[in-house]
């Protein structure tokens, strides 16, 4: 199906990791001029897996032509057993607990995503934009080096740290609320089993489903640069001292650990996701970090913001309105519920609680019975025929 209903309608994405290209695919697809400014100077690959969840996610990934391929790309998920400092065994983590039904690296998808969309959409790397001025007709946008150019819509699909929402929307600290927990992925070279061990309020995680390395502690707000990674390697360094378990050995390593990141858990929460021809989407709408659903909700909220924008053929102001009021309930999930005490809990008792419940079948299936639930919990309306 081609629908070419928004036929001279321009907008710029800002963004190419998962929500950006997914919603250029739709963007194109509808007839749209579409450009995605990204920071990065190419392509980022790698990063942690994301996965998809039950019916709704798999029928868009159908609509969009791509289901087949991201399973084709899937990690295969595999069990994690949770270890005590002697490394014996306490509980295990089923890959599909933590995997869901699709799991795939977020780069692999990312490229998946922009391959489908290179062609007919216009990709600029390397580049950032630096103002936004709403004019009756437009959006005049200007960016650190390209030159000034006008738009008809811009949309920040450029994740939990959103350059656009901050130009548009305000700053930062007014959406972004810390959950009292970072976590560091990196990739540090050693092998083995996926094994994850627990202290109270730290966790180390090795050869899991995430990352090489995956690590999650608790903390007051650090102060540091976001783009000094020596400066957050030392602070990760800090933070783990007298670990047990492997910890030393991790820690050696982290100086020189490759694709090095670490960030905070946090939880973004808007009013309103757009301001005049400004709309947000995914993380930077309604980001919940390692919650286990930004991914979902980024490609479903790209569907549902491109269909809205095609039934009200190009009404900015009726589609940015309709995406938020269709949207906002199934985005709920990522206001609720923090990874950080789950994956290191605060106590030995709450240490114990949670490796009780990987080892309860009981429990498992109740927990992916509810996660599917709020996967599903949206009714997706079929645009092929507005
Ligand atoms: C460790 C970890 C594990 C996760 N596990 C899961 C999981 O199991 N399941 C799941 O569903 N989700 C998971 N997520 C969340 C998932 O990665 C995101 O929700 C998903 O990638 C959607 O993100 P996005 O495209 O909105 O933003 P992002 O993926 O954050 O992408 C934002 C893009 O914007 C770019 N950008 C930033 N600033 C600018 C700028 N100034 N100008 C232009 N571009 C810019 C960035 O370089 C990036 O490419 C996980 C996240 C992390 C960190």
């Known amino acids: ?103 795939i690296r977020r780069g692999d998808l990312a490229r998946l995503l922009y391959e489908r969309t290179a062609d007919g959409c216009e990709y600029v790397f390397g580049d950032s934009i630096t103002s936004l001025t709403e004019t009756d007709g437009g959006v005049e946008v200007t960016f650190e080096r390209g030159a000034p150019r006008t738009f008809d819509l811009v949309v920040g699909a450029d994740g939990v740290h959103s350059n656009v929402r901050r130009l548009a929307f305000g700053p930062e600290s007014e959406f972004v609320h810390f959950l009292g927990h970072y976590y560091a992925l990196a990739d ?9 061990y627990n ?55 982290i100086p020189g650990a490759r694709d090095f990141y670490l960030d905070s858990i946090s939880r973004v929460e808007v009013e309103h996701y757009s301001r005049g021809r400004v709309v947000l989407l995914g993380d930077a709408a309604y980001a919940n970090t390692l919650g286990g659903f930004g991914t979902g909700l980024a490609i479903v909220g790209a569907y549902v913001l491109a269909g809205e924008l095609l039934a009200a053929r190009g009404d900015h102001r009726t589609a940015f309105a309709r995406y938020e009021e269709g949207f906002r309930d199934y985005a709920a999930i990522a206001r609720k519920g923090n990874a950080g005490p ?43 025929s507005v």
């Open 188 to 196: 540090v070279g050693l092998d083995g089993d996926p094994a994850m």
């Open 1 to 103: 199906m081609t629908n070419n209903g928004l036929t001279n309608t321009s907008v710029l994405i800002s963004g190419a990791s998962i929500a950006g290209p997914a919603l250029a695919y739709w963007l194109r697809r509808y007839g749209c001029d579409v450009t995605v400014v990204e920071k990065a100077p190419a392509l980022r690959p790698g990063g942690q897996a994301v996965d998809f969840k039950g019916a709704t996610h798999r029928t868009v990934l159908e609509r969009m032509g791509i289901l087949e391929d991201v399973r084709r790309l899937r990690t295969g998920g595999r069990d994690q057993t949770v270890v005590d400092a002697d490394g014996r065994r306490l509980a295990v983590i089923p890959g599909e607990f933590t995997g869901g039904e699709i799991e």
């Open 342 to 384: 789950f994956l290191a809990p605060p106590s030995a008792l709450r240490m114990r609680m949670r490796n009780w419940m990987f080892n309860s079948t009981l429990m498992l299936r109740m927990m992916l019975k509810l996660t599917d639930r709020f996967a599903t919990g949206i009714e997706l309306r079929d645009y092929s």
């Open 199 to 253: 202290e109270p309020g730290r966790m180390v995680s090795l050869g899991g489903p995430k990352a090489p390395a995956f690590l999650v502690f608790a903390s007051e707000r650090l102060d540091y640069d976001r783009f000094d990674v020596d400066g957050q390697k030392k602070l990760l360094i800090d933070a783990y001292q007298g670990g047990g378990w492997r910890t030393s050995e991790v820690l050696a390593r």
